[in-house]
């Protein structure tokens, strides 16, 4: 029996280009058996940049609940303090839509759904997710 030169074993193919991913940071990833985009290395990513996320939101958490106290005698003191709690609660509240973006993120991970555009369904890019893996978007629905 003469071999095919253009006949490849898949499962052979599929664990080289795995491993050749693997090995390419910047190819991170790849598409399913159904066509939708899921990638190990971008959940990593997501579940390292949560708990970095976490860390610091606890971080806010425990200075708001320490500003609970009395304000300073000094009225200049306690202009400053109102003008530091308004950057620190804003600070909560970026803190608190980037985790539920990642979490987001993790589902649609989860779900084999990450990687897909939620306005028109095509495949995300790779630059973008490597740039904002949490996002929904592709470049061309984030610029409507």
């Not at 579940?47 to 200075?63: D, G």
């Not at 970026?94 to 990642?102: G, P, S, Y």
């Not at 555009?117 to 929904?136: H, V």
Request: aromatic share 4%.
């Amino acid at each position: 029996m003469v071999e095919d030169p253009y006949v490849v074993d898949l499962d052979t193919s599929l664990i080289t280009v795995l491993d050749e991913m693997a090995a390419h940071e910047h190819l991170t990833a790849w598409v399913s058996g159904d066509g939708l985009m899921r990638s190990t290395v971008y959940e990593q990513q997501l579940r390292e940049l949560r708990e970095q996320l976490t860390q610091r939101h606890e971080r806010v958490e425990k200075h708001i609940k320490h500003r609970e106290g009395p304000l300073s005698a000094d009225f200049a003191e306690q202009a400053t303090e109102r003008q530091n709690d308004d950057v620190v609660f804003a600070l909560d509240e970026n803190l608190t839509l980037e985790l539920q973006a990642i979490d987001a993120a993790l589902k649609r991970i989860e779900n084999d759904e990450f990687g897909v555009c939620a306005t028109c369904g095509d495949e995300i890019e790779a630059a973008r997710l490597d740039a904002i893996p949490w996002t929904t978007n592709c470049v061309s629905c984030k610029e409507l």
